[in-house]
Nanobody
Framework: QVQLVESGGGSVQTGGSLRLSCAAS????????MAWFRQAPGKEREGVAN????????YYVDSVKGRFSISLDNAKNTLFLQMNSLKPEDTAMYYC??????????????????????WGQGTQVTVSS
């Protein structure tokens, strides 16, 4: 059974940094894409960053470009999200997700929640002003 376990969340001040980790296990077939999503109270879950190593593609939502960086350590089966220059609007629960579809590496599908069939339990990020 697939398991995704996030860690690394916390509370920081504006301008601070955090590094989220997602440990993946239980796969019989490696996912085509892995991604980070976030959900703030009262808002829909949104895609933050996607990585597809087979295609060599990475996508970010516009609001985090230049500040966040997604990476994947295959040897450790761990996905990372380095978050710098954090803003109060980055406050949310952050989720790790994995997709097996072939199209998840395409721009239109990369950050769509319905492309992903495995999800972690989330880790909270709070940024204070």
């Amino acid at each position: 059974q697939v398991q995704l376990v996030e860690s690394g969340g916390g509370s920081v001040q504006t301008g601070g940094s955090l590094r989220l980790s997602c440990a993946a296990s239980g796969y019989t077939v490696s996912p085509n894409c892995m991604a980070w999503f976030r959900q703030a109270p009262g808002k829909e879950r949104e895609g933050v960053a996607n990585i597809n190593q087979r295609l060599g593609s990475i996508y970010y939502v516009d609001s985090v470009k230049g500040r966040f960086s997604i990476s994947l350590d295959n040897a450790k089966n761990t996905l990372f999200l380095q978050m710098n220059s954090l803003k109060p609007e980055d406050t949310a629960m952050y989720y790790c997700a994995a997709a097996q579809t072939l199209r998840c590496g395409q721009p239109w599908y990369a950050l769509r929640t319905d492309e992903y069939n495995s999800w972690g339990q989330g880790t909270q990020v709070t940024v204070s002003s």
